[in-house]
């Protein structure tokens, strides 16, 4: 077996969104994460909302892009045409 090939093992903290951190040992010295113990609704016997990051929103936006994309694409393409077309 190889030696020194394995990462470091260090002391770290989880950081959730809410503000809970919890200690633990990882490769990494900070993880964050969008949804803790503290803050899921399984855990809190609450509904609510988790949009992490605004990924809602960055899906709205990428879709309205696809859309303007295509309808350019539709008019090139029956501009294309009607030169072909004469």
Avoid: W
């Avoid at 770290?12 to 951190?21: L, M, P, S």
């Avoid at 113990?37 to 609450?46: R, S």
């Avoid at 988790?50 to 090139?76: I, M, S, Y």
């Amino acid at each position: 077996m190889k030696t020194d090939i394995h990462p470091e093992y260090i002391d770290a903290e989880i950081r959730c969104a809410c503000g809970n951190v919890i200690k633990t040992k990882s490769t990494k010295d900070t993880l964050i994460i969008g949804v803790c113990n503290e803050c899921h609704p399984f855990y809190t016997g609450q509904q609510k909302f988790v949009d992490t990051a605004g990924r809602v929103d960055k899906f709205q936006q990428r879709l309205a892009k696809t859309k303007q994309a295509q309808q350019k694409a539709a008019e090139f393409k029956k501009v294309q045409r009607a030169k072909k077309n004469g």
